[in-house]
């Protein structure tokens, strides 16, 4: 869930997406892809790519139809695969480094499956995307710009700052990388509230219940980039998190990035530079599919929910973008919606903020008639009955937090994983930053054969879970510890225990008891 020290030239690394049932008469092959990366490959290269990719996905097939290939592991690339629809397959190729492994197979397809479900937040399913439009002109119009969009996202904050999350880096496709292994792309981050908080929290939720009607409205609320509340589906709260931590929270607003912090050194990507390769990925693409099958960056009629300094927060609380355009007949921007995947509807997103408070309320598109006048008509309910609550609501939370390093428990460093809930907990990057490359290496390999015990029991399909327990020592001295029980994962460097496995254990145990209520306990 990071970036690598070490750039990556974008030959190295090949994206794509492709569709199985496209493409598959003499003479039709390039309608199969979707999405590629470098847009500026020959056709040649692509097809070579996504025939063998294709070749992979079948061949795998024959010895398990039901789970395809995940990876694939070459002498001189690694394949990573997704299946992110049925028959739309994400791959992408790294070349690997012949110094050091310096990413986990788990972590890149994690961020295959991140952007399919952004884009599927924003834009509904591919597959829906092509029926719309057999040729697919429609979908790469929303694939192109969404993917480069996303890759370029996250710019670094301040010259002050050597921690971020780039993608793209001027012309450098960057990787999550080793240093990144206490992080967990995919979950949330809640905050730790008091029992007083708490109530106040679900009687703003009950106010805001109560004026919905018959209507099934949904909220989010974050306090600072940490979870507070939600009433959303676990894969909905993920997708909107994702997005608010990115764009919506104060500090994304002030600082016009994404406010969370993985691990990077290096020069900051120059804003000409991410700019140039997104027009230049676009205009090749427009050159490769024809004018009607790309997006060009400047075309308005699709929304690129993901370009920065695009929000901003309006005299009311409200935040506000012009992204999605203005309501048919007028100068008014249009309010922003988004796909839930759990009940597939659409609905509008109306987000307020106060101080640290940053609110969201979903309201289905399909219960109000009137359009933006009915969604102006919620948000002065809103401002009626429940801003008052909000403002009581952030001060509990204010007096109760304990700052950036509120979730530092000295002397270690640490990541807690709880994956029934898709919730994590892990130290401060700050506090992060101050283990040595080594520790993080043997960290990375932990982790990865952790991976690889899990895919091996989810193949099992014993329908029962298996404890594991792995403790080794780094050639810097450092414990590196790894403890799964009962869906809950827990991984630890301690750099400054005892020579001892048994000092190391009784670390772990004492964490576990005071931080975990003894959910890694050995008793």
Not at 19 to 25: E, F, N, V, Y
Not at 355 to 376: D, H, K, M, W, Y
Not at 469 to 484: C, F, G, M, Q
């Amino acid at each position: 869930m990071g970036l690598s020290t070490a750039t990556t030239a974008t030959e190295a690394i090949q994206f794509c997406i492709f569709d199985l049932r496209r493409g598959q008469q003499e003479g039709q092959e390039l309608d199969k892809i979707l999405f590629f990366f470098p847009a500026d490959l020959p056709f040649s290269t692509q097809l070579s790519v996504i025939g063998l990719s294709e070749g992979l996905i079948t061949f795998t097939r024959i010895f398990s139809p039901e789970a395809a290939c995940e990876v694939i592991e070459a002498e001189r690339h690694s394949h990573v695969f997704y299946e992110a629809e049925p028959d739309i397959w994400m791959v992408m190729v790294v070349e690997k480094n012949e110094s050091e492994a310096i990413w986990r197979i788990d972590a890149l397809r994690k961020v295959l499956k991140e952007v399919h479900s952004l884009f599927l937040m924003f834009h509904g399913p591919i597959r829906a995307l092509l029926e719309k439009e057999p040729a697919g002109a429609l979908i790469r119009s929303h694939l192109y710009p969404f993917i480069m969009d996303y890759l370029s996202a996250f710019q670094k904050r301040s010259p002050l700052d050597n921690c971020c999350w780039d993608f793209l880096i001027g012309k450098k496709l960057l990787l999550p990388s080793f240093r990144d292994c206490l992080k967990e792309r995919g979950t949330v981050q809640m905050l730790t509230v008091s029992r007083e908080a708490a109530i106040e929290v679900q009687s703003l939720v009950r106010v805001l219940e109560s004026f919905a009607g018959n209507t099934q409205f949904y909220s989010l609320i974050l306090f600072q980039d940490l979870l507070v509340s939600t009433t959303l589906s676990p894969v909905d709260t993920i997708n909107l998190f994702t997005y608010a931590v990115l764009r919506l929270t104060p500090r994304a607003l002030s600082s016009g990035v994404s406010s969370w912090s993985y691990l990077r050194k290096g020069s900051t990507a120059s804003p000409v530079d991410t700019g140039s390769m997104l027009a230049h990925s676009a205009s090749v693409s427009e050159q490769n599919f024809g004018s009607r099958d790309t997006a060009p960056v400047g075309n308005n009629n699709v929304a690129r929910p993901l370009q920065q300094d695009r929000w901003s927060k309006g005299k009311d609380g409200f935040l506000v973008t012009d992204i999605w355009g203005a309501e048919a007949g007028s100068s008014t921007s249009a309010t922003p919606t988004i796909w839930l995947q759990q009940t597939e509807e659409r609905m509008y997103l109306c987000a307020y903020q106060y101080r640290s408070l940053t609110f969201i309320l979903l309201v289905p598109v399909a219960s109000i008639l009137n359009g933006e006048q009915g969604v102006s008509v919620v948000k002065q309910q809103i401002l009626e009955n429940a801003s008052l609550k909000m403002l009581k609501v952030e001060e509990k939370l204010s007096k109760g937090w304990g700052g950036e390093n509120a979730y530092h428990v000295s002397g270690y460093r640490y990541l807690l994983v709880d994956g029934d809930r898709d919730v994590s907990r892990a130290s401060p990057p700050g506090k992060v930053t101050t283990l040595t490359k080594e520790s993080l290496l043997s960290l990375s390999m932990v982790r990865e054969e952790v991976d690889l015990e899990k895919g091996r029991m989810e193949q099992d399909n014993a329908g029962r879970e298996k404890d594991l327990e792995i403790s080794i020592r780094a050639k810097n001295n450092a414990w590196v510890i790894a403890r799964i029980t009962k869906g809950k994962e827990l991984y630890m460097v301690l750099e400054k225990a005892n020579e001892t496995v048994l000092y190391a254990s009784d670390a772990v145990e004492k964490f576990s008891n005071r931080y975990c209520n003894g959910a890694f306990s050995l008793d």
